[in-house]
């Protein structure tokens, strides 16, 4: 079955630390996404990749970093320097972000809790 | 600066009670606008995609129509399995790229 993926499914950090959350697409889509969503708001543009090896920062990239090594994974590391990373991590994908009008696909979702 | 509102927050029904929800938008530019289904705790679920105003989308009990200044999500003789959060989205080319705005949502509750 195509789809993505994301684990773990519920991730706890301490203070100071950095974690890493992973996203996996079998969709074979260029474009790869990350939001974050929190109670009462809409999702937010975190970072986003258009094809391998390039990314671009999205609406609150700030704390957070990511790679694009391979077209299937696109992980995504909320760094010690997020003041507020408690939230629900979205991944997406979409075929083209150039083509307009392609819908965006979302995983499971990972849900990060700062102890 | 570019914004999607949706209303109501929650919505309440009983089973077979149809229903609207709105999703007013106000983006320089439109390239498209998306309705998904999300429940608690998982992922978004794509529904529907409108492109231009007077286009009407159905799937199931669920149809999407949009204007040039809103969406509407008619819901008709709901079931309980329609509860969710229903959440809309549009595309705007923005900072160089396409980019998807997100409403708030509207938490539907379908009791028997």
């Known amino acids: 079955d195509g789809g993505i993926t994301q684990s773990p499914k519920y991730l706890f950090r301490k203070e100071g630390q950095n974690v890493t959350l992973s996203c996996e697409q079998n969709l074979n889509h260029d474009a790869m996404y990350w939001y974050r969503q929190d109670p009462g708001q809409g999702l937010r543009l975190i970072y986003y990749s258009q094809i391998v090896n390039d990314f671009q920062k999205g609406d609150i990239a700030e704390g957070y970093s990511v790679s694009r090594e391979k077209k299937e994974s696109f992980p995504l590391t909320v760094t010690s320097a997020q003041k507020n990373p408690t939230a629900f991590y979205l991944c997406a994908s979409s075929p083209q972000d150039y083509r307009s009008y392609n819908e965006q696909f979302f995983g499971p979702g990972t849900r990060l809790t700062v102890l | 600066e570019d914004q999607v509102t949706q209303s109501p927050e929650a919505l309440r029904l009983q089973e077979g009670e149809s229903s609207s929800l709105n999703c007013s938008y106000t983006v320089s530019g439109l390239r498209g606008l998306f309705w998904y289904r999300q429940d608690p705790g998982k992922g978004p679920e794509f529904l529907f995609t409108?492109?231009?105003a007077g286009e009407e989308k159905e799937k199931e009990r669920l149809k999407a129509t949009l204007t040039k200044k809103e969406s509407f999500l008619h819901i008709t003789a709901p079931k309980p399995e329609d509860s969710a959060t229903y959440l809309c989205?549009?595309?705007?080319?923005?900072?160089?790229?396409?980019?998807?705005?997100f409403g708030a949502g509207t938490r539907l509750a379908v009791h028997p």
């Open positions: 989205a549009v595309r705007v080319f923005s900072g160089g790229y396409n980019k998807l705005i």
């Open positions: 409108l492109y231009s």
